[in-house]
């Protein structure tokens, strides 16, 4: 038997990996939100002085990736990424000048979850002192090839999210002065039958929700042990959506959720419908703000679940359902 | 210091995990290949009985996941796996009834060989005690993906070669009979500048070169050391360039080097120019022919490399070269 996995779905580090480096990068809608001032770096015509968005992307994600790797003060050993587009290419074209060992990763909005869960345990299973993780996502390259081109003006359903232009880079080391990752539980895929790609939040909350609960029942832990439960993009409706699920097993989520999506834009003044997605949205988030109000002692222990869905374009086509998962990382300002 | 990293890209496991399940299922014309005998499953209009091409991708991919599930005889703590489609969806479908913790890739044609490496790294960790991998990839889908519709008729230029419809699932397990993973050395990107997309062993090549000398390099071990060399789908001319590239180097590869793109098809019978490619070429080739050879003692250690091309439709349409990555696993014998 492992000594390490708890449960079905949970790891627990037996030498807990600090954060080291970490930085974020983020486009012109995100730069007028509530949370300009954390971005390391915010382009004022999501361009990155590049001719195409899928470069300007790259670039981005090259960005928020060299400005980690400078202030982690030293090189990983192993390096994980991944993106929306297809084939994963703002990240490959974003890391190719590395001579870093790469694994890419496809997690949808999910993805900076899935890294860290990744990254922690190479640390932990001693393969290593130092592991990074690089995703982003933008909203030109993800409008085009997920809905309509931008030149096409289409009306947005009240239930859209926005993508959120953005990069977040961070490394994690074997040792540090944290915060720490104490637990990571992986997610399984969870499907009820939505099928409106316009209301990814309603597909996403139902695999919140099944990681969530499995990441207390695996971990013996509640609600009352984190100062903060943070999902990535489930947005106004998600959110809600998750509460009502938990709320039905009698465990009140309200107190202490909070969602990257809602958090990143003004939804009253910014015009995002329901928030903001992506897998730029929960990484620079967590980048930006989570880890830096926790290093400022404003909260002990988060538990980081971003959310994600994966279906394609062509799914959706072909009348398929919109599989959704969540990968949660639990957050401790001691290892 | 870890004490499990070697030099820059490898990690030798302190305790090999075992092959224990495995299953491959092919489609028609790879049915009709020299490989035909080592296929579980052929299906004869390689539709799987799904009303589409990408439906039927994830049939394929959930009849080698459940055979290898069966073979393995125990469920795995986490589940790895990606494909060739567009935001992976393959595997997502394939994989979205199975209750497992799950981590979707992205590495094109080397994903049988990312997925090896992590699950490896995990079990090596103590995170559990059997990890799974499951990739695919289907000509029909990757022609309307990647290059034309199947109605149009394109021609293909000799140096095409030609996407294999086939899934391959392997489960490991930390204790188990052998064959074993021993070392793993992740690839990292090298993209020299082909553009062609008509000639992915040109541009994945290089990264071939690249892994191996490293897994070289960092283990002290040479060509001699192992009974074969197999890269993933090299084709006819990437296989040349390869042998050629350690040629200058004064390390003759020719002996001992073979490539899944070549062994899957007879180039000369079967139409398909420089030789196989794609997620599911490594993959079938590996859990159908190179391990049961390892069982039946014909070789006792082999290097398995796939390599994967990391670009997509639009980067080539936006000029951009042709990043390559390859993975090395090697297999032995004795753990």
Redesign the interface.
């Known amino acids: 038997?492992?000594?390490?996995?708890l449960g079905?779905?949970t790891?627990a580090l037996?030498h807990p990996p600090s954060f080291l480096g970490r930085a974020c990068v983020a486009g012109h809608k995100e730069g007028e939100g509530p949370l300009a001032s954390v971005f390391d770096e915010i382009c004022p015509d999501d361009r990155f002085e590049q001719?195409?968005w899928?470069?300007a992307e790259s670039a981005m994600q090259q960005h928020a990736l060299n400005l980690a790797l400078e202030r982690a003060g030293g090189m990983p050993?192993?390096l994980f990424g991944?993106d929306?587009?297809?084939?994963?290419?703002a990240s490959?074209?974003a890391?190719?000048d590395?001579?870093?060992?790469?694994?890419?990763?496809?997690?949808?909005c999910s993805t900076v979850g899935?890294g860290l869960?990744?990254a922690s345990?190479?640390l932990?299973?001693?393969?290593?002192?130092r592991a990074g993780v690089v995703t982003s996502s933008h909203f030109c390259c993800a409008e085009r090839?997920y809905r309509t081109p931008l030149e096409y003006g289409g009306q947005r359903t009240p239930t859209a999210q926005w993508t959120v232009t953005a990069a977040g880079a961070v490394i994690l080391g074997?040792e540090g002065p944290g915060p720490y990752v104490t637990h990571v539980?992986?997610?399984?895929?969870v499907?009820l039958g939505v099928t409106d790609t316009n209301n990814m939040g309603a597909a996403m909350a139902p695999a919140a929700y099944e990681t969530i609960r499995t990441h207390f029942r695996d971990t013996g832990r509640s609600p009352a042990d984190y100062d903060l439960i943070v999902t990535g993009d489930l947005g106004l409706l998600g959110s809600e959506l998750l509460e009502e699920l938990f709320r039905r097993d009698g465990v009140e989520l309200s107190g202490c959720h909070v969602d990257c999506g809602l958090m990143i834009y003004d939804l009253e003044k910014q015009d995002v419908h329901c928030g903001g997605s992506g897998c730029g949205c929960a990484a620079s988030v967590l980048t930006g703000h989570l880890l830096t109000e926790m290093e400022r002692g404003k909260w002990r222990r988060i538990l980081f679940c971003p959310t994600g869905a994966?279906?394609?374009?062509?799914?959706a086509f072909?009348g398929?359902s919109i599989?959704g998962?969540c990968h949660a990382v639990a957050i401790d300002a001691a290892p």
């Open positions: 038997m492992s000594t390490k996995k079905e779905q790891a037996a001719p195409s899928e470069k050993d192993w991944g929306l587009l297809n084939q994963c290419v490959t074209y890391v190719r590395q001579t870093l060992p790469f694994f890419g990763l496809y997690g949808a899935e869960i990744l345990m190479v932990d299973g001693d393969f290593g002192t090839q074997r539980t992986a997610g399984r895929i499907d994966l279906h394609s374009p062509t799914t072909q398929e599989p998962i």
